[in-house]
């Protein structure tokens, strides 16, 4: 006879067989990689970009330098290292951020969207739907009722 599982590891394996931990994961899986394609199109295309149109530089080297490196005047070893600010790396992070965030509303919207017509076919589906479960009665049958309804009260 086989043992029955219970407790922790039967709640987990009940945990991680729902269908909402797998969407969860491959959607972790898709933002990863959307993740990567951002951070490239970021620091590939459009820092490239804005550094041009600022004269040229690479932004992502742009550094307050609030203490410069202590280097040993023979040897040229770094003695102590620089204290800097990277303005153009947090630049960068900024961008990434908005494109994705960006993206993210797009998709949200969209899917809204989709869902609200979604919603509007189905209530039309369903008015339709009712409208033909309870159809008017046509004029012949109208004449009809009226005339049975006529010789009731004739018999009576």
Do not use: C, H
């Amino acid at each position: 006879m086989a043992k029955k599982t219970t407790g922790f590891f039967a709640e987990f394996k009940a945990f991680i067989s729902r269908g909402n931990v797998v969407d969860m994961a491959i959607g972790v899986i898709i933002a990863t990689a959307f993740g990567k394609i951002t951070t490239s199109l970021v620091n590939d295309v459009v820092m490239p970009l804005i550094g041009y149109l600022f004269g040229g530089t690479d932004l992502s080297r742009f550094n307050w330098v609030l203490q410069p490196a202590v280097t040993d005047p023979t040897t040229g070893e770094v003695l102590t290292e620089a204290v800097t600010i990277g303005i153009g790396t947090f630049l960068s992070t900024i961008i990434d951020f908005l494109l994705v965030a960006f993206v993210i509303f797009l998709v949200i919207k969209a899917m809204n969207s989709a869902k609200n017509k979604m919603e509007a076919l189905k209530k039309a589906e369903a008015e339709a739907e009712a409208a033909q479960e309870t159809p008017e009665p046509t004029k012949e049958e109208l004449l009809l009722t009226e005339i049975r309804d006529l010789l009731r009260e004739a018999k009576e």
